[in-house]
Each structure stands twice: as C-alpha cells, then as structure tokens.
T-cell receptor, first 110, second 114 residues
C-alpha cells in the first residue's frame, strides 16, 4: 500500500461545480503539500499546511492530523482548473524528502 | 527571477550513452532536488542537496550521479543510459526544509532511451 493515497484518480466536472480531492497518508508528517501539474507538464505549489485550513482564491485546503487526511476543494470550478493535483507529505524524521501521491486528474468541461 | 530552469527540454539517447541534465535556480535556495516522474506513478526522489558541496541519495539513485559545486547549479548525470531511465525529470528547489517552505519546480526534461 502506498504511503500517500489520493482519491479519486480521475474526476470530471461541469464548469461551476464544487470539487473535492482527497489525500490520505499512513506516516507521521510535519507538513503536507498540494501541487498542481498543468497539461503542459509544469508543476506549481498550491499549498503547504501542517494544521487547519488554508484558502487562496477559489482553492481551499484542509488537513486533519488525527485522521491523517487532507482535502483540496475548488469552488466554482472552471475549465482552466483542469490539471493533475498532487498531494505530497513531508515526513518528520528524514532529512527533507517528500512522499508523493500519484495524483488526481481533473477535467472541467464548459 | 527566472526561477528554476532546466535544459534540455527533450532528449533521445541510445542505450549506453551518457548525458547531463542541467538545473539552475536564481532564488538563492539552499535545497535542491532531482525527481523522476513515470506514467501513473508519483514523483520519485533521485538525489537531493541541502547546500553547496552536500548531496545525498533519494529513493531511486541507481544509474545517476549529481554534484553541487555552487548554490545555483545542480546537474544530474546519467553515465550509461538504460531504457528504464526513460522518464520525465524535474529539478526543484526550496529555501530550506520542506516542512516550512514550498518547493519550486523546473519545467522538466523528457528523456527517452532507445
């Protein structure tokens, strides 16, 4: 079993829908990252969080440390949100290694 | 700032050839990383560096070498290319530990070994 599991693997939505992507992990962590990989391949960091909730525009990330679970929400989804969303966790002990999930591929149709 | 730059963008190698993937960052970041991304798999760490002169192995270091002679540059060397090294390679950097700092990624190098 992977240490970082994302669900769903693939997600399609109509423009305007509320999107939720989930990430569960099995190791102790010091931080969790959400990343976006564009269709062209570029990767950008969206959030880094270790507790609670963060919001940036239409994106919201939450984390529940006790349940080892994080969610990424997209409100009022738009076709430009179509991308692969990747969850990665930073373990507490290793020097600086992120463990990555396999990603959730989101397609938003107009 | 250009951020993290990688060259080349694409490369085709024959089995047994060698090449160096270049990575440069202009953000004065201490930490730099090399990842590979295979279809359907999460990013895997090849090597990383916490500062000039210091490098360490990641999850999948076999077949690769790195050096970090300056803060800015972190080249990845493939000595004897094998088909299993066909992948997309990403270089990334962060100011300090990823517990407190986001990683910035380069645009990637798509490598095919035939």
């Amino acid at each position: 079993k992977n240490e970082v599991e994302q669900s769903p693997q693939n997600l399609t939505a109509q423009e305007g829908e509320f999107i939720t992507i989930n990430c569960s992990y099995s190791v102790g962590i010091s931080a969790l990252h959400w990343l976006q990989q564009h269709p062209g391949g570029g990767i950008v960091s969206l959030f880094m969080l270790s507790s609670g909730k963060k919001k940036h525009g239409r994106l919201i990330a939450t984390i529940n440390i006790q349940e080892k679970h994080s969610s990424l929400h997209i409100t009022a989804s738009h076709p430009r949100d179509s991308a692969v969303y990747i969850c990665a966790v930073k373990g507490g002990r290793d020097t600086d290694k992120l463990i990555f999930g396999t990603g959730t591929r989101l397609q938003v149709f107009p | 700032n250009a951020g993290v730059t990688q060259t080349p963008k694409f490369r085709i190698l024959k089995i047994g050839q060698s090449m160096t993937l270049q990575c440069t960052q202009d953000m004065n970041h201490n930490y730099m990383y090399w990842y590979r991304q295979d279809p359907g798999m999460g990013l895997k760490l090849i090597y990383y560096s916490v500062g000039a002169g210091i490098t360490d192995k990641g999850e999948v270091p076999n077949g690769y070498n790195v050096s970090r002679s300056t803060t800015e540059d972190f080249p990845l060397r493939l000595e004897l290319a094998a088909p299993s090294q066909t992948s997309v390679y990403f270089c990334a950097s962060s100011y300090l530990d990823s517990s407190y700092n986001e990683q910035f990624f380069g645009p990637g190098t798509r490598l095919t070994v035939l």
